[in-house]
């Protein structure tokens, strides 16, 4: 199961990368080797006001940091984020990345620390979104689903978030881990009425309709699905839904060619042992 990182690369030219690096290091004739892209949005100019400046570092920083992490140069990153909070040790973005970059390591004491890091960025500025979902993002992968629910639920209201959509996936899913599935379907619902191009809430909420015994409406979705999908090769969960559906309709044709489409191209998947086991109690229930 999947859930996203809602990281969104910036391409800045080569000049702007310039300015940046002479920003920091006081109008050197070169930038710092191997900084391509960016995390967050900076503004280059400098200012005449002191603490001005030293948000602008702390952006600038922070900018770098993500894309060391990006490249997974950790420690380059870990030092990039480090002069960023001595810039501004309130700039709540840098310890969003900290987190990030915590995380992104895995080992237990870090995972640890990263939990720190992103309660000081959502102290520090409660409305950063990002900083929210990510750590929604973090709490899943702990298995706190509970806290995670909190944090995906806030992100995925703030109208305007570029990242809302994703958070309202992410809100669906830890809802069915918390087998609360009511509320999963209305996360995924929520989701595609903000963007009907959503594939994780397509793909979830047929598999919800269809235990719903709502098979028009999950019918009509899978179709939607596959359209969307049109030039990708079709998964093996969306050929069990395909047979799911067949069977519901009484498409004896449809169901059997599905079937075998799935035995011979994911003979080994999960969704090929549930269809064996379906095959030889067709009145049980899937599981």
């Known amino acids: 199961m999947r859930i996203q990182l809602q990281y969104v690369p910036i391409n800045i030219p080569a ?23 960016a995390q967050y949005q900076t503004t280059t100019q400098p200012s005449n006001n002191y603490n001005r ?12 940091a993500a894309e060391y992490i990006r490249k997974n140069e950790l420690d380059a990153a870990k030092r990039e984020i480090d002069k960023a909070l001595a810039a501004d040790s309130r700039y709540a973005p840098a310890y969003d990345m900290m987190g990030t970059l915590l995380q992104q390591e895995g ?19 409660a409305s950063f979104m990002q900083a929210r ?3 929604g993002v973090y709490l899943f992968q702990m298995k706190r689903y509970a806290e995670a629910v909190q944090q995906f639920e806030v992100a995925g209201a703030e109208l305007g978030y570029e990242s809302r959509i994703g958070a309202l996936e992410n809100l669906g899913r830890a809802q069915l881990m918390l087998g609360n ?7 995924f619902i929520r989701a595609i009425e903000g ?5 994780i809430a397509h793909i ?7 235990e719903q015994n ?5 019918q009509s979705l899978y179709e939607e699905t596959g359209e969307l999908l049109r030039h990708e090769p079709i998964s093996p969960r969306l050929l069990l839904q395909g047979i799911k559906l067949a069977a519901a309709h009484g498409n004896i044709n449809d169901r059997q060619a599905l079937a075998q489409q799935l035995l011979s191209s994911y003979p080994l998947s999960n969704e090929a042992k549930q269809l064996k086991t379906w095959l030889n109690n067709p009145e049980a229930s899937w599981k």
């Open 204 to 210: 979830e909420l047929v598999d919800l309709l269809i």
């Open 214 to 218: 709502r098979i028009a409406q999950a």
């Open 133 to 135: 979902n990510n750590y």
């Open 15 to 37: 000049a702007v990368i310039l300015s940046m690096t002479m920003l920091l290091n006081g109008c050197q004739t070169a930038p710092d080797s191997g900084i391509k892209t």
């Open 181 to 187: 599935k009511p509320a999963a379907t209305q996360a």
């Open 195 to 199: 963007n009907r191009n959503s594939i």
């Open 53 to 64: 400046d030293k948000g602008e570092i702390a952006k600038i920083r922070t900018t770098l």
């Open 107 to 125: 080992s237990s004491i870090n995972l640890q620390k990263a939990d720190a890091a992103y309660k000081q960025a959502i102290a520090l500025d």
